[in-house]
């Protein structure tokens, strides 16, 4: 079943800290994945986005990985700012289906 | 700018009342999309287009319909058929042909039973 699992599912971090998001999936055939940023009230923005041959990605602050082996990748984001406060979302896409399968988020809360 | 823009922000749905979410956009994409977010869960597919006059359902359609008469527009309606509908939302749109191109999000509508 094509599944993708995010954890944690909440994180409250200081300001300045660093901090990992998770996402594993069971997504196959592997097309390629997605990091999405959602702040309250407003629709999902990409971050970035990896292929199957890609194993780092950055965008800023934040540095996407890939794990095509284990079916793992992680969002990692460096020295926090309140504005990164936010529901990161993870989406897989299925090749042969061309579906896209969605997280259900993290919410990342910046405390100063 | 370019972009997708939903109305309204807010709706309120009476009992046995239909009502229509808004979707345009001037990206000049094919393809459109609505998805329904609960809290705790991924966006789920209500249905999609990939061209005008033409649409499919997607995972949850029923208590939905949609129409596709213009390439701007991708109207959802929620119709009284559907015994949950609070939920937020999300229109998006995406070019057609490339798989690794996103999709572009509107910034919703959070609908609510009166």
């Known amino acids: 079943k094509n599944q993708v699992e995010q954890s944690p599912q909440s994180l409250i971090i200081l300001e300045g800290k660093n901090c990992t998001l998770q996402?594993?999936?069971?997504?196959?055939?592997?097309?390629?994945l997605r990091w999405y940023k959602q702040d309250t009230g407003r629709g999902p923005v990409s971050l970035t986005i990896m292929t199957f041959s890609e194993n780092t990605k950055s965008n800023g602050r934040y540095t996407a990985t890939l794990d095509a082996d284990t079916k793992q990748s992680s969002l990692h984001i460096t020295a926090s700012q309140l504005s990164d406060s936010a529901s990161y979302i993870c989406?897989?896409?299925?090749?042969?289906?061309?579906?896209?399968?969605f997280g259900s988020g993290t919410r990342l809360s910046i405390r100063p | 700018d370019g972009g997708i823009t939903q109305s309204p922000k807010y709706l309120f749905r009476k009992e046995g009342q239909n009502v229509t979410l808004s979707c345009e956009q001037n990206l000049n994409h094919d393809a459109m999309y609505w998805y329904r977010q609960d809290p705790g869960q991924g966006l789920r597919l209500i249905y999609y287009?990939?061209?005008?006059?033409?649409?499919q359902k997607g995972d949850i359609a029923e208590g939905y319909s949609v129409s596709r008469e213009k390439k701007e527009s991708f109207p959802l309606t929620v119709t009284s058929a559907q015994k949950n509908p609070t939920a937020f939302y999300l229109c998006?749109?995406?070019?057609?042909?490339?798989?690794?191109?996103?999709?572009?999000f509107g910034d919703g509508t959070r609908l609510s039973i009166l």
């Open positions: 998006a749109s995406k070019g057609a042909g490339y798989s690794n191109q996103p999709q572009h």
């Open positions: 996402c594993n999936y069971t997504v196959s055939p592997f097309s390629n």
């Open positions: 989406v897989v896409r299925n090749s042969s289906a061309s579906k896209i399968i």
């Open positions: 287009s990939q061209i005008v006059n033409d649409f």
